[in-house]
Each structure stands twice: as C-alpha cells, then as structure tokens.
C-alpha cells in the first residue's frame, strides 16, 4: 500500500528566509505525487504536480519541488517565504488508475517570523 | 465558473439528529470524494464515487452514507450524529482529463453536541 511521510510537524521561518519542507513516500512504481496548501477553515489548494517527465516542477505562489526516484522523496521549496505562506502543507501520493485515489501525509504546518 | 460547493460551511446539532452534508461541483468530473479531516491531523477518505450510481467506501471507516444520483452532486448523509462525528468532512473530485489532480471544497466543520 502507498504511504506518505512528512517528517516535519511544525517549521518555523524568518520572512525572506529560504523554505524547504520534506516529504517521503512509498508506492510500488512511478509515482502520482502533489503538494497542496492548506490555510486555516479552509480547502485544500494544489500548489504542484508530478507525473512524469522533467523531476523539478514549478507551481503557484513561487513554489518548486522536486522528484528524486532514488530517495522516494518530492521535497517542496520557496526561495524567499513570504507571511502570507504561514498554512498547512500537504503531500499526497496518487494511485495510477482505478479511483485516482490520494494518500495523503500528516502535513507540516508552517508558521512565518515577521 | 468551474468549481465545488459545500453546505453549509459549519454546522452545529445535537446528537441523534440526522444531518446531510452537501456537495455540488460544476466541472463535469466524473469522480468524487469524501475526506474527514481532524485538526492538525491528515485527510482520511471515507467514501468515494467513479460516477453516477457508483459509491464505494474509503480507507477509514465511517458511519456515514453517500449517495450519486447525479454527476454534479454527492452528498453525505449520517442517520443520527454523535460527538464523535465531529470534525471536519471535505469534499473533491477529479477527472481523468484534468491530470487527476483533486479539487477541493472548502470544508464542512461539524461539531455535535
């Protein structure tokens, strides 16, 4: 069964700081794999995908992520935070065909020093 | 404009009752998803939907109903709350033709008394 790990519960960060949040998974082939956000009394919002092809993605909002086969790992990063990214961030896990159906981890929430 | 609707955004009641949570998406996808949602905590699917008149149960079991009369529509029914009902219920759906990404909801937040 697929799984996602992501190790850090709680990242603090200075604005303007450099924001990398980590993010491991276990699926049996080539992974589905997407960062969403999550802002307090809210849905969620897709900031990234990967299906295939080039393994550094660029998404909404300044954010990138990349696919590394060999670490089982799509680790999401920002440059340069800004407050407005203080939410909680979730990696899922996507299954190939059938129900698209998401595993998702237990997400990072993220919170920004002015 | 495509997009998914839940109603009512928070709902308070008593135990007992019977509660429907409303789901409704414009998009034409032809799947669709349950997810509960404690604080703090990951999303858990419970109930999901290939198209109409299909509903299966998800990963974490759940009290709750579902149903899929139409494509745009896929609520969630409990036939008498409890406290331990209470959390946050989310709803999605994708489509082969949108990269199967999900889109969500904003959220249902169910507290029961």
């Known amino acids: 069964a697929q799984s996602v790990t992501q190790p850090d519960i709680h990242i603090t960060v200075s604005e303007g700081a450099s924001l990398e949040l980590r993010c491991n998974y276990s699926?049996?082939?080539?992974?589905?794999l997407f960062w969403y956000v999550q802002s307090p009394g809210q849905g969620l919002q897709l900031l990234l995908k990967?299906?295939?092809?080039?393994?550094l993605v660029q998404g909404i909002k300044g954010f990138e992520a990349e696919f590394k086969r060999s670490q089982s790992s799509f680790n999401l990063r920002k440059p340069s935070v800004h407050w407005s990214d203080a939410a909680e961030y979730f990696c899922a896990v996507g299954e190939k065909g059938g129900g698209n159906k998401l595993t998702f981890g237990t997400g990072t929430q993220l919170k920004v020093e002015l | 404009e495509a997009d998914i609707y839940q109603t009512p955004r928070y709902l308070v009641i008593g135990t007992g009752k019977k509660i429907t949570l409303e789901c409704s998406q414009t998009?034409?996808?032809?799947?669709m998803y349950w997810y509960q949602q404690d604080p703090g905590m990951e999303l858990h699917l419970i109930h999901y939907s290939y198209g109409v008149n299909s509903t299966e149960k998800g990963d974490l079991s759940s009290e709750s109903t579902v149903s899929r009369i139409r494509t745009e529509h896929f609520p969630l029914t409990l036939e008498s709350a409890r406290p331990s009902h209470t959390s946050q219920y989310l709803c999605?759906?994708?489509?082969?033709?949108?990269?199967?990404?999900?889109?969500f909801g904003p959220g249902t937040r169910l507290t029961v008394t």
């Open positions: 990967y299906f295939s092809g080039d393994t």
């Open positions: 998009m034409g996808h032809d799947k």
């Open positions: 699926y049996g082939a080539t992974p589905y």
């Open positions: 999605a759906s994708s489509d082969r033709l949108a990269g199967y990404e999900q889109y």
